[in-house]
């Protein structure tokens, strides 16, 4: 005591604990001020903060998210009007004013793994361009080559000749990059366009209307082959267009050529659609001739569910907030619910609302001043975003922090995210469970006992638990007889154009073959390799429109 009374007599000691004292004093009256301000800040519900730790247990939170589930018996209702609109589709009668305009696509066979050669394909999808270059190998063996090109949002909005003239201007890089001769026989090309076009032959096909944000100027209603030929022939590159794809077509037949039982084909990516094998006596819209095989691919075009107003009963506020300020109002109702144009959208606009009603970023609201934040742009919050978030498990919540970081949010709180994180997985739920009750319709309709369905895009490829999503509800709802098998159809549209491109030239030599006025032309000629002659001869594809000579190895 006597050496602490000593060491307080010391002046300079004593002033420097006086320092020490007022400082803490200083710091305890700012710590409880701010603690006072965050609890006047905070919500009166104490339970407030225990409950955000388990959004799904806060009720005003859930009765913003309740608008987005669907049960069972709401499914199994969706699939009743679905199968109904798909008959509405197939039936002359009905066809015209159907929304789901389930077009013959005039692909009647399937690959089987037999095929090979070398083609060209382009694949434009919604998001990106691709040109690629397939080389098809015995034993279902594919090497492949791609460049992926930006469409600018200018060329999406513009006139339609511009946007085909970009498409070959792009092929005629590609092709310069993988030193394709320019000049001599002609290569076949496969198109994917995945728009909804009504097919009227394998190479020929009219745009009904743009979708996914393209609005191009004068092309609906023309034939796509025709425009993408003469932007061809307009650079003078030796390449003919053999045949027009839509992706989900593209998907099932690349799908098809390592799985036998596949018999559909989905995209889940900037939109959504699926095909799948139909028999013949049941489209009534069929024109073709009705040998073997008697089936056809039908492309559904089942974005466009609910067009009439059939899901408005399910359809939230968000969804029409998004469908108002898309390009094509009143369109797409179905794939706005579903695919990754949307998705990240959906997301943000429950963000916003529940900001709004102060359950969520609660006491820094103000702190948002700047509207010129992703989280106040339209589209700000990307679909990829949804996956990102969906990714974190636990509570460290890393990948969502940094998502709302890069939106504007600063120092979102564990609270924040776990929010953040539950509105995703909702939406995404919603999302994967109507993709999987249209999935299930087809199945049952196919009725074999193993079907596999091909997939393709990315939000079916990168998502978290789409796929877990998807094959949960589909066990409920797919017959019990049935076995399904859901299968990434890696760069499918893509390869599937190859495929389906192949197999029209294939057929197209064969039925030169036996044509006597064999005309041999050096500029009608096309490029074909066929490393082996197939096992099994592959019955026609009917209406494979272009007649083109070409040099047969
Ligand atoms: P396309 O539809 O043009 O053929 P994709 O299949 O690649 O192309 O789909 C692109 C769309 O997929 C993007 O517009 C985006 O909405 C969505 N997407 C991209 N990355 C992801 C991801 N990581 N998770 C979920 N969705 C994604
Ligand atoms: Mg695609």
Redesign the pocket.
């Known amino acids: 005591m006597s050496s602490l009374a000593t060491l307080i007599k010391d002046d300079s000691l004593s002033s420097t604990l006086r320092i020490g004292f007022v400082s803490l004093a200083a710091c305890s009256i700012v710590g409880l001020a701010a603690y006072v301000g965050y609890r006047a800040a905070g919500p009166q519900n104490k339970t407030y903060a225990l409950q955000n730790r388990h959004p799904e247990s806060n009720e005003q939170i859930e009765k913003v998210l309740e608008s987005l589930r669907l049960d069972d018996e709401k499914l199994r209702q969706i699939m009743q009007y679905l199968e109904k609109e798909m008959e509405d589709g197939l039936s002359p009668a009905t066809h015209k004013n159907a929304d789901v305009k389930m077009f013959p696509t005039y692909v009647r066979t399937i690959a089987d793994g037999s095929e090979t050669g070398q083609v060209l394909a382009l694949d434009l999808?919604?998001?990106?361009f691709r040109v690629l270059l397939v080389t098809l190998l015995p034993q279902s063996r594919v090497e492949l080559t791609s460049k992926i090109f930006v469409i600018p949002q200018s060329i999406m909005l513009g006139e339609g000749a511009n946007l085909f003239r970009h498409l070959a201007e792009c092929l005629l890089e590609f092709m310069r990059k993988e030193n394709l001769s320019l000049t001599g026989p002609r290569y076949p090309l496969g198109f994917t366009f995945?728009f909804p076009c009504k097919q009227e032959g394998l190479a020929s096909a009219r745009l009904s209307t743009w979708t996914k944000g393209f609005t191009c100027s004068g092309v609906v209603n023309e034939d796509v082959v025709k425009l993408l030929q003469n932007a061809i022939d307009e650079k003078k590159i030796n390449v003919q267009c053999v045949a027009l794809v839509n992706?989900t077509v593209g998907t099932l037949m690349a799908c098809a050529y390592k799985d036998p039982n596949t018999a559909i084909g989905l995209i889940l990516?900037?939109?959504t659609n699926a095909c799948y094998v139909e028999k013949l006596d049941k489209v009534g819209t069929w024109d073709g001739d009705y040998n073997e095989p008697k089936q056809v691919i039908i492309n559904m075009e089942w974005g466009a569910f609910g067009n009439n107003g059939r899901l408005n009963y399910i359809r939230t506020k968000y969804d029409e907030e998004v469908d108002l300020s898309s390009v094509n109002p009143g369109k797409q109702v179905f794939e706005k619910m579903i695919s990754?144009?949307y998705m990240g959208e959906i997301v943000r606009l429950i963000i916003l609302d529940l900001m709004q009603q102060d359950l969520l970023f609660i006491g820094q609201r103000d702190g948002y001043g700047d509207y010129s934040t992703p989280l106040f742009t339209r589209g700000g919050f990307y679909?990829?975003f949804?996956?990102t978030v969906e990714t974190d498990e636990g509570i460290a919540f890393a990948n969502t922090r940094r998502v709302l970081e890069d939106m504007g949010i600063r120092n979102p709180t564990f609270d924040d995210c776990a929010i953040v994180q539950h509105i995703c997985k909702n939406v995404s739920k919603r999302a994967a469970r109507l993709a999987g009750a249209a999935l299930a319709v087809l199945i049952n309709r196919i009725n074999k006992p193993n079907v596999t369905v091909g997939v393709?895009?990315?939000?079916y490829r990168?998502?978290p638990r789409f796929k877990r999503n998807m094959e949960k509800c589909m066990k409920t709802m797919v017959s019990k007889n049935i076995k399904f098998k859901l299968t990434l159809s890696d760069d499918g549209?893509g390869k599937g154009a190859a495929l389906i491109a192949i197999v029209a030239d294939r057929y197209q030599r064969s039925q030169l073959r036996s044509v006597s006025s064999f005309d041999e032309s050096e500029d009608e000629q096309i490029r074909i390799q066929f490393q082996q002659q197939p096992p099994n001869p592959v019955p026609p594809i009917v209406k494979a429109t272009n007649t083109i000579t070409r040099t047969l190895p």
């Open positions: 999808g919604g998001t990106n995945s992706d990516g900037t939109g990754g144009m679909t990829k949804v996956s393709d895009g990315s939000l990168y998502h549209s």
